[in-house]
Every structure is written in C-alpha cells, then in structure tokens.
Antibody, heavy 120, light 107 residues
Framework: EVQLVESGGGLVQPGGSLRLSCAASGFTFSSYAMHWVRQAPGKGLEYVSA????????YYANSVKGRFTISRDNSKNTLYLQMGSLRAEDMAVYYCARSIVGATMAFDYWGQGTLVTVSS | AIRITQSPSSLSASTGDRVTITCRASQGISSYLAWYQQKPGKAPKLLIY???TLQSGVPSRFSGSGSGTDFTLTISCLQSEDFATYYCQQYYSYPPTFGGGTKVEIK
C-alpha cells in the first residue's frame, strides 16, 4: 500500500524557518518525481515545488522561489521541504504528492498533510 | 501561468442527481487535465487524469470529457459519499495550476 506521511509542521514566527519531511512507503520511491502542494485555511490548492526522481531537477513556484528548497534522500525514502523567510501567506496545510507514471505533474497519491502556522 | 476557471463554485444537489462541473483553461492544454475530490480535513483524491481516464478504484459514475480549453466532470448519479469539493488541475505546463474548486452540497 502506498503511504506518504508528512511531518515537521508547527508554529513559526514570521521570518523563521521550518523543515517538512514526507516519509514514503509501499512503492519504489526512487522511481517517482515528487511534489509539494499547499492549501491555505479555507482556500484552494496551490502548487509549491517539484523534484525529479533522482533529485537532479527541481522546480519552484514563484511565490516560494529563493526561500524554499526541495530535496530528497532516496536511501531513506524521504522527501523534504526546507522553508525559510516564512511569511503569513505561507501558512497552510502542506501536502506531499506522488507523480502519476507518465504524467509528471499530476498526482495519484497524497499524504495527509502537515499544518504550518506562521504567526508572532 | 495557465489560468483555470472552474464553475460553479458551489452547487446544491440531491442524491441520485446528475451533476456537471466545468473547467476552462486560459490556453489550450490538450488533454492534460486531472480531477480531484477533497473531503473536509482530508487530502485530495485523484479521480480522473488525461481528461477522461478513470483512476483505478474510482466508481464508474464519475466521468470526464473535453480537450483543448474546455473540460467537464460528470457524476451520473450522486451518492451520499460524493458530497465534497472538486478541483480540476492542468498539467500541460509548469506551474501546474488548479481551478478554484466546486463544493457539492446536499440540497
């Protein structure tokens, strides 16, 4: 069974940093591109970042470029999102998601999400 | 970025109704469109990709159609478990973008 389990969310002050993790199981993690998608409270879905299966290529939404860093450790089956210079508008539930085979930017499995709260 | 306009933003329907949700892309996206269902407090669930391909395990009352700029999600006979918010998403080009969502509520 495919499972994605996020962790690392919490309360952080504006300007602070946080690292999210997504532990994957039930599939060959190193074969899939992975993504982060967020959802502000009561709002819709917003794409954040992507990383290729081997970690060699990454993509960031303009809203987080230069502040967030996506990475992965295929030996640990874990995806990361290092978030810095956090702003109020970054407050959201952050989901990790797996690419559909043959459709890199569509997502067939999602984690349960981890809430990031940015507040002083 | 490609803009996705989803309508309606909400609708009220009864169990057994046929429900249609539409998405329009700001430019042609071929068939690179997915549909997701999200229930409160839960992660989105993939229903359809490539505009009309049903994800494994998704009931056949869900169907998708369209190509280019105009797309439709149809629920042929609404069940109680289908009351949720639905999102479309284009994956033709980066960044992937989502429609604003359609909340399907009980009439």
């Amino acid at each position: 069974e495919v499972q994605l389990v996020e962790s690392g969310g919490g309360l952080v002050q504006p300007g602070g940093s946080l690292r999210l993790s997504c532990a994957a199981s039930g599939f060959t993690f190193s074969s899939y591109a992975m993504h982060w998608v967020r959802q502000a409270p009561g709002k819709g879905l917003e794409y954040v970042s992507a990383i290729s299966s081997n970690g060699g290529s990454t993509y960031y939404a303009n809203s987080v470029k230069g502040r967030f860093t996506i990475s992965r450790d295929n030996s640990k089956n874990t995806l990361y999102l290092q978030m810095g210079s956090l702003r109020a508008e970054d407050m959201a539930v952050y989901y990790c998601a797996r690419s559909i085979v043959g459709a890199t930017m569509a997502f067939d499995y999602w984690g349960q999400g981890t809430l990031v709260t940015v507040s002083s | 970025a490609i803009r996705i306009t989803q309508s309606p933003s909400s609708l009220s329907a009864s169990t057994g109704d046929r429900v249609t949700i539409t998405c329009r892309a700001s430019q042609g996206i071929s068939s690179y469109l997915a549909w997701y269902q999200q229930k409160p407090g839960k992660a989105p669930k993939l229903l359809i990709y490539a505009a009309s391909t049903l994800q494994s395990g998704v009931p056949s009352r869900f169907s998708g159609s369209g190509s280019g700029t105009d797309f439709t999600l149809t629920i042929s006979c609404l069940q109680s478990e289908d009351f949720a918010t639905y999102y479309c998403q284009q994956y033709y080009s980066y960044p992937p973008t989502f429609g604003g969502g359609t909340k399907v509520e009980i009439k």
